[in-house]
C-alpha cells in the first residue's frame, strides 16, 4: 500500500505562485510514476504532469512552462510547483501513484488540496 497526503493549496491571484506537495508513505519502492490531476468544476479529471521514476517528465499543454514537476526521493515527496497561476487553474489537484504494471498494478489517490485562483 502506498499513501498520498496532499499539502500547499489555497487561494491565489493571477500571476502569482504555489507549490503543491505531496508526502508519500508506505510501499513507494513500487511505483512506477507520480502524477498531478486536476479535477475543475463541471469537468473530468485530468493529467497535469507525471513524473516516472526515471525522472521522465510529461506535461499537460496547458501547463507547459508554467508547472513543474519533481520528486525529493529523501523526503518522500513529490512537488508541483506552479507558476504564473490563471484563473482556469482554479481546481483540486491530486496526487496519483501508479505501480508497475506487472508487479506492483495498483493505483493509488491523495484526497486532494483545493486551488483557486482569482482573477
Known amino acids: 500500500q502506498v499513501q498520498l497526503v496532499e499539502s500547499g493549496g489555497g487561494l491565489v491571484q493571477a500571476g502569482e505562485s504555489l507549490r503543491l506537495s505531496c508526502t508519500t508513505s508506505?510501499?513507494?519502492?513500487?511505483?512506477?510514476?507520480w502524477g498531478w490531476y486536476r479535477q475543475r468544476p463541471g469537468k473530468q479529471r485530468e493529467l497535469v504532469a507525471g513524473?516516472?521514476?526515471?525522472?521522465?517528465?510529461n506535461y499537460a499543454d496547458s501547463v507547459k512552462g508554467r508547472f513543474t514537476i519533481s520528486r525529493d526521493n529523501a523526503k518522500n515527496t513529490v512537488y508541483l510547483q506552479m507558476n504564473n497561476l490563471k484563473p482556469e487553474d482554479t481546481a483540486v489537484y491530486y496526487c496519483?501513484?501508479?505501480?508497475?504494471?506487472?508487479?506492483?498494478?495498483?493505483?493509488?489517490w491523495g484526497r486532494g488540496t483545493q486551488v483557486t485562483v482569482s482573477s
Open positions: 496519483n501513484a501508479v505501480g508497475d504494471p506487472i508487479k506492483y498494478p495498483q493505483n493509488y
Open positions: 513524473i516516472s521514476s526515471g525522472g521522465r517528465t
Open positions: 508506505g510501499s513507494t519502492f513500487s511505483i512506477d510514476i
